[in-house]
């Protein structure tokens, strides 16, 4: 058997991050979880950091690492999105306040000091909010950027055009300036984009199959999509909500359910009218280096038997 890879979950819970979550966590043959920093996104730091206790105490793994990070993004405002995941980040279900307690030590320093301790190019960063502590710890500590195994993500969009803007995906909106110097470092990155996650749709047979696990965590994995759903569903006349993080983690777990294109991305952070936007290269028209495996294709049966056979097991 092989070992378990390494990873650093990096979140902004919000329902889809806690399914993510949640998989990882179910997950311990494939995947060591050296920790999860959490970043201000969904909902404002405070939230999202009590979402990722709260979801580590539903896998009935209290003992998970959780680090505390960034409360704002580099240079901007914060933006969040209560409108799609509501006022908690993780409406829906009521669920009890977490017990276990946050680390102590700041996220980025724990980035750092984790990418600095372990085998350079055995630990993957996966990235499932804004980037703001990924890159806070590359601007802190070039050291580490070549340390990294890779990153992937979920993030960005380009046929499927934006989500926050008509421009742009909700994490790279966020905070664009932290996904330039990450899609800039020269670390490779595979792209979990809207014209992927958008095929990763719930419907009502694939939620009450979640229901119908019988566990604790299944419960609240439909709960949540059942709230969480409603804003697409508005929104996109979709028959469901896409699972758009939980994506991140099915990629490392089987990444014959994904398929895309290896091709240039980049970040625009000076136009107001497409701040955020992900320029994918997709023709190679330009002579600009591809940087990004960009997904677009998705087995969505074999992605939701993953899920349900993952969930089941806490
Ligand atoms: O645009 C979707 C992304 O923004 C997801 O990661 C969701 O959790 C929010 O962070
Ligand atoms: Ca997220």
Redesign the pocket.
């Known amino acids: 058997m092989n070992t378990p890879r390494k990873i650093i979950i990096d979140t902004?819970?919000?329902?889809?991050?806690a399914v993510a979550i949640l998989l990882a966590l179910a997950s311990p043959e494939e995947l060591d979880v050296l920790g999860v920093t959490v970043v201000a996104?969904?909902v404002p730091l405070p939230l999202t950091q009590k979402n990722a206790c709260i979801v580590c105490e539903l896998a009935g793994l209290p003992d998970t690492k959780v680090y505390s990070g960034c409360d704002a993004p580099l240079t901007r405002k914060l933006v969040t999105?209560e409108h799609?995941?509501g006022k908690t980040g993780l409406d829906g279900p009521v669920m009890p306040d977490p017990t276990m307690a946050l680390q102590d030590q700041h996220a980025v320093d724990f980035i750092i000091e984790t990418l600095r301790a372990e085998p350079a190019g055995s630990v993957s960063l996966c990235p499932?909010?804004?980037l703001t502590n990924i890159a806070t710890a590359f601007n802190r500590a070039p050291d580490i950027v070549e340390r990294v195994q890779e990153i992937v993500l979920?993030?960005g969009a380009y046929f499927q055009v934006g989500?926050?803007t008509p421009a742009a995906?909700?994490?790279i909106y966020v905070d664009p300036e932290a996904a330039k110097i990450v899609f800039a470092s020269g670390v490779p990155i595979v792209v979990m984009p809207?014209d992927v996650?958008h095929k990763a749709l719930t419907n009502r047979a694939r939620v009450e199959a979640f229901r119908n696990l019988g566990n604790e965590a299944g419960r609240m994995v439909a709960e949540w999509t059942d709230f969480f759903e409603r804003f697409d569903k508005e929104k996109y006349g979709s028959e469901g909500a896409p699972l758009?993080?939980p994506c991140v983690i099915a990629y490392l777990l089987k990444p014959e359910l994904f398929s895309g294109r290896h091709v240039n991305v980049e970040i625009e952070t000076g136009s107001e009218l497409t701040l955020g936007m992900t320029v994918a290269d997709w023709w190679g028209v330009t002579d600009r280096t591809p940087n990004a495996m960009f997904m677009g294709g998705l087995d969505a049966d074999g992605f939701f038997a993953l899920l349900n056979e993952r969930i089941a097991r806490l």
């Open positions: 902004d819970p919000g329902q889809d991050d996104g969904n999105a799609v995941h499932l909010g804004p979920m993030g989500n926050i995906e909700f994490n809207l996650t758009h993080d």
